[in-house]
Nanobody, 127 residues
Framework: QVQLVESGGGLVQPGGSLRLSCAGS????????IGWFRQAPGKEREGVSC????????YYADSVKGRFTISRDNTKNTLYLHMNSLKPEDTGVYYC????????????????????WGQGTQVTVSS
């Protein structure tokens, strides 16, 4: 059974930084796509950044390019999202999701069908 546990959220001032972590288990590292999604109050969920193990691709939403960096540590089965230059519009609940499939990072972020999800971690950017 796939399990994902996010951590690292919190309250940060505009311009600040946070690092989110997602500890995963229950899925093979041979082929998967994994990523970060967020949902702000009153808005639809959006794919923030994803990685594909099958083709090595990464994807970033335009709104976070140059500010966020996704990385993974396969030895710890952990996915990270390094967030810099945070803006109030980055506020939301951040979720980690994984799909056991051969797919691209962009496809995962755009349409995370059949993915398994974590419980989410709140990120609030406010002065």
């Amino acid at each position: 059974q796939v399990q994902l546990v996010e951590s690292g959220g919190g309250l940060v001032q505009p311009g600040g930084s946070l690092r989110l972590s997602c500890a995963g288990s229950g899925f093979t590292l041979d082929y998967y796509a994994i990523g970060w999604f967020r949902q702000a109050p009153g808005k639809e969920r959006e794919g923030v950044s994803c990685i594909s193990s099958s083709d090595g691709s990464t994807y970033y939403a335009d709104s976070v390019k140059g500010r966020f960096t996704i990385s993974r540590d396969n030895t710890k089965n952990t996915l990270y999202l390094h967030m810099n230059s945070l803006k109030p519009e980055d506020t939301g609940v951040y979720y980690c999701a994984v799909r056991q499939a051969i797919t691209t990072a962009q496809a995962m972020c755009m349409k995370p069908q059949f993915a398994s999800w974590g419980q989410g971690t709140q990120v609030t950017v406010s002065s």
